[in-house]
């Protein structure tokens, strides 16, 4: 066989993984995790239902590789800002932005994180790890310039978390129809700044 007809093939095989995946995603993102059947993820990618175990093993294998992308994608934009050495309001718009584009995908991990493999609860930790660390070392910043009150970082991360994973989980009722981040990011951002920020700071960036 030819150095083109092995490359020809590589890229298709290439290709038919790619929409496998991106079928997977939209397909999460509508139904859920836990509902999405991989008979249905080939349907939607046009390919045979054998196809999607050819490139990902077992449902859990495709499933992991939909939350490794989007952590990756999430990680990567975090990370590119704190470099910069963004502030903790750059970093936490930066986080709404990314979690509002994959807003659906979120809410049901969230919402079906109770009956999802071990391997998905890893992966999410490992998620909110990485961005704990860029939310923690902008915190730590402002904390050491007096901008920040000195708190806890766990303390300080675990309630901005929390307060964003609660109006995303419950979206129907803060926006109904609607993406809850877009609609609400900026005010959940600002509330939850003046809660942190020192009273010299308070009213910054608004």
Known sequence: MSNDSLAGRAAQKADTRRRILEKAKVLCARHGFARTRTVDVARAARVSHG????????????????????????????????????????????????????????????????????????????????????????????????????????????TWIGLVNHYVVNRELFAPGKSVLRTHGRMLLDHFLGLVETNDRKGEGR
């Open 51 to 158: 196809s999607v175990f050819v490139h990902f093993p077992s449902r859990d294998d495709l499933f992991d590789a939909v939350l490794f992308e989007m952590a990756r994608e999430i990680t990567d934009a975090l990370h590119a800002l704190a470099t910069e050495g963004a502030s903790l309001r750059e970093v936490l718009a930066a986080h709404l932005e990314c979690l509002a584009d994959r807003e659906d995908q979120i809410r049901w991990l969230l919402v079906d994180a109770p009956v999802l493999p071990e391997s998905f609860r890893l992966a999410w930790v490992s998620l909110q790890s990485a961005i704990s660390f860029h939310v923690s070392a902008a915190a730590e910043r402002e904390m050491a310039s007096g901008k920040v009150r000195r708190m806890p970082l766990h303390l300080l991360f675990n």
